[in-house]
T-cell receptor, first 110, second 115 residues
Framework: QQQVKQSPQSLIVQKGGISIINCAYE??????FPWYQQFPGKGPALLIA?????SEKKEGRFTISFNKSAKQFSLHIMDSQPGDSATYFC?????????FGDGTTLTVKP | NAGVTQTPKFQVLKTGQSMTLQCAQD?????MSWYRQDPGMGLRLIHY???????DQGEVPNGYNVSRSTTEDFPLRLLSAAPSQTSVYFC??????????????FGEGSRLTVL
């Protein structure tokens, strides 16, 4: 049973475009909904996260939207830049234990 | 502030050999965990610990042992390496735990190849 489904698997956008990555989950006990960014050869690092009592959070060019009833949350990257090219993971967690999606490889073309 | 430090960064083993991946954090985090990352499969939880002396199994614990004698250290032991354990291993820690989930801080990873 796959608890976390992330889509798309890969994404190519032009510089300045909008990148959207989605995450669907099944466990209603999740209490923390983060997106991690990973560059080749590095460990993942937190990009942005949201708690279930909030429907949207924006930090600079990055926005996370949360739909509790649909059990989905998404990452929007505005004005995408070549430096945003990386792998992105959703990783909702419960009691400290995170369940990672399979990842989305984002390529931003200059 | 070093954060989460993993050693070694690279290791090649033969089938049946044993080894320990080291993980240390200097942020006084109670929660520590080990993940493995395989191509196209995201990160999968191997073992985790909510404090010194307390460990528990994650999603893929078979073939791995852990212990937590101090808050700072959380080593991962492979008792008899198998080719299926070829992967990149990440240690992560968090200031939060079972009462409230929070940000995971990751090490740089340990790339293990089992021949």
């Amino acid at each position: 049973q796959q608890q976390v489904k992330q889509s798309p698997q890969s994404l190519i956008v032009q510089k300045g475009g909008i990148s959207i990555i989605n995450c669907a989950y099944e466990n209603t006990a999740f209490d923390y909904f983060p997106w991690y960014q990973q560059f080749p050869g590095k460990g993942p690092a937190l990009l942005i996260a949201i708690r279930p009592d909030v429907s949207e959070k924006k930090e600079g060019r990055f926005t996370i939207s949360f739909n509790k009833s649909a059990k989905q949350f998404s990452l929007h990257i505005m004005d995408s830049q070549p430096g945003d090219s990386a792998t992105y993971f959703c990783a909702p967690s419960n009691a400290g234990k995170s369940t990672f999606g399979d990842g989305t490889t984002l390529t931003v073309k200059p | 502030n070093a954060g989460v430090t993993q050693t070694p960064k690279f290791q090649v083993l033969k089938t049946g050999q044993s080894m320990t991946l080291q993980c240390a954090q200097d942020m006084n985090h109670e929660y520590m965990s080990w993940y493995r990352q395989d191509p196209g499969m995201g990160l999968r939880l191997i073992h985790y610990s909510v404090g010194a002396g307390i460990t528990d199994q994650g999603e893929v614990p078979n073939g791995y042992n852990v212990s937590r004698s101090t808050t700072e250290d959380f080593p991962l032991r492979l008792l008899s390496a198998a080719p299926s354990q070829t992967s990149v291993y990440f240690c992560a820690s968090s200031y939060s735990g079972v009462l409230r989930s929070g940000e995971l801080f990751f090490g740089e990873g340990s790339r293990l190849t089992v021949l």
